[in-house]
């Protein structure tokens, strides 16, 4: 890279910085998320199991201030259900679901949000096992400690986002 390239870069590096125009709003604030969600299962030394669905979240927010949030909310992973008995596994359906609270430490870059967090999650999954009349349930009740990190750029009054937890 040329000096010439090193002042262009440094010169509009500099404005992503100091523009402030878009500062984050303060105050409480709502939104959702839509994903996947993956469950994989091993038994045995040959027998695995791997499964997909459709996840998603409902969260709000405070901002206090623009490096400091606190975060909570309800998500669900969707249901896995395996229809027939595979080698080392019976027919199940497993649904899960919980909630979680996240301190969130956000530095801002122009209208780009960049955030870790980290908190607690409460979780349950219920499980099915069998079929018909053999049909047997059991509820996991979990409690954890939760982290995670993303980014989000602002638009006025709303923002996107991609975060991993």
Partial sequence: MNSFHRVVTAIAFANLIAAHAHAAEHGLYFGAAHGEAET?????????FDEQDQSFKIMGGYRPVDWFAVEGSYFDLGDVTLYQSAPGLAPFNLEQKGYDV?????VEVANVDLFAKIGGVTSAADLTTGTG??????VD???DVAWGAGAQIRFRKLAAGIEYE
Avoid: E, N, P, T
């Fill in 141 to 143: 009740h979990d409690k």
């Fill in 133 to 138: 009349a053999g049909q047997a349930g059991s």
């Fill in 40 to 48: 994989r299962h091993k038994v045995g030394l040959g027998s695995s």
């Fill in 102 to 106: 996240f301190a969130m430490f956000i």
